[in-house]
Structure formats: structure tokens, C-alpha cells
């Protein structure tokens, strides 16, 4: 659930906080969460070329260590999900793009389609983001935003849309 009161700066200098905040992205006036998923793309690029069994597990370790990464940082800052934690945007995305085919056309859908899983929240995204709280919380909206963003984009290819 997002804290809307006053959202206090992070420590970019601390390695935690720099994660938290996609290495500085989630620091942007506004829309942090899309400059987080921006970072994002150039992470999916440098491991799109892995095996799948090898991309699956980067990205477990990913989700496992944001788990970490989001709470301490929601906690060092006293605001749980501040605004500018986008370390689960960029593991949302990156289960977005599962298998998804080379393109330029392909990352950009995946973007388009995390993001707005992501903002609009749908059932049980919304239901999550209110009530699982903690680092956990942070981080299992936007991977079951990512799952909803993935197998959307697994239909339109199948489909032969795109």
C-alpha cells in the first residue's frame, strides 16, 4: 500500500537504498515507478540472452533479495512503500518479459502492459497492495502485475497480434 505523507530522501550512498531505488530512478518528481521500469529494460537486455532455467532463477534471487532490500529501506526511511522504491518494478518487469520474443515491439509491450497492471491495480493486485504488508507486500503486487503483464503478452504472441 502506498504511503502518500512526506516521503523522506534516501541514502543513495548506502548500497541498499540504491537498489531499493533502481540506482537512483525512483527518485524522479513524478512518476518514479516508470523510470524504474525504464531501468529495467537494459537489465532484461543484459539477460535475455541467459538460458531460460538461468533467467528464472536471476530473477528469483532477484524477487527473494527485493524482499530484503524493500523492507529495510521502508524502514531506514520510516515511510513503508515510499513512492521511490522501484526495485520491485524492475523484478515485475523482468517476470514480465519471460519468454518473450526479440523486438524492440516486444519490450515496448512489455512496459506498456507491466506498467499499467501496475498503476491501475486490478483484482488481486489491489487486494494485495492493502494487505500484505512489509517488504513481501512491496514486492508481490508488482510480480503479480508482471505474472497478469506476462501472460498477456504470451497470448498476443501465440495469437500472432504481434
Same mark, same amino acid.
Given at each position: 500500500?502506498?504511503?502518500?505523507?512526506?516521503?523522506?530522501?534516501? $541514502?543513495?550512498? $548506502?548500497?541498499?537504498?540504491?537498489?531499493?531505488?533502481?540506482?537512483?530512478?525512483?527518485?524522479?518528481?513524478?512518476?518514479?515507478?516508470?523510470?524504474?521500469?525504464?531501468? !529495467?529494460?537494459? *537489465?532484461?537486455?543484459?539477460? !535475455? +540472452?541467459? !538460458?531460460?532455467?538461468?533467467?528464472?532463477?536471476?530473477?528469483?534471487?532477484?524477487?527473494?533479495?527485493?524482499?530484503?532490500?524493500?523492507?529495510?529501506?521502508?524502514?531506514?526511511?520510516?515511510?513503508?512503500?515510499?513512492?521511490? &522504491?522501484?526495485?520491485?518494478?524492475?523484478?515485475?518487469?523482468?517476470?514480465?518479459? &519471460?519468454?518473450? +520474443?526479440?523486438?524492440?515491439?516486444?519490450?515496448?509491450?512489455?512496459?506498456?502492459?507491466?506498467?499499467?497492471?501496475?498503476?491501475?491495480?486490478?483484482?488481486? *493486485?489491489? /487486494? &494485495?497492495?492493502?494487505?500484505?504488508?512489509?517488504?513481501?507486500?512491496?514486492?508481490?503486487?508488482?510480480?503479480?502485475?508482471?505474472?497478469?503483464?506476462?501472460?498477456?503478452?504470451?497470448?498476443?504472441?501465440? /495469437?500472432?497480434?504481434?
Amino acid at each position: 500500500m502506498s504511503d502518500s505523507t512526506a516521503n523522506p530522501a534516501p $541514502n543513495l550512498r $548506502n548500497p541498499v537504498h540504491l537498489l531499493a531505488f533502481g540506482f537512483g530512478s525512483g527518485t524522479m518528481p513524478f512518476a518514479p515507478g516508470t523510470f524504474g521500469t525504464l531501468v !529495467a529494460v537494459p *537489465i532484461y537486455l543484459l539477460m !535475455a +540472452p541467459l !538460458a531460460l532455467t538461468a533467467y528464472l532463477v536471476a530473477v528469483s534471487l532477484m524477487f527473494v533479495v527485493g524482499i530484503w532490500l524493500c523492507e529495510r529501506t521502508s524502514r531506514d526511511l520510516g515511510v513503508h512503500d515510499h513512492g521511490g &522504491i522501484v526495485w520491485d518494478e524492475i523484478v515485475g518487469y523482468l517476470i514480465t518479459m &519471460i519468454m518473450a +520474443p526479440a523486438g524492440w515491439q516486444w519490450l515496448l509491450l512489455g512496459f506498456v502492459l507491466f506498467r499499467l497492471f501496475d498503476i491501475f491495480k486490478p483484482w488481486p *493486485i489491489n /487486494s &494485495i497492495d492493502r494487505k500484505v504488508g512489509g517488504g513481501l507486500g512491496i514486492m508481490l503486487d508488482d510480480v503479480v502485475a508482471g505474472i497478469f503483464a506476462l501472460l498477456v503478452m504470451q497470448l498476443i504472441r501465440i /495469437s500472432g497480434l504481434l
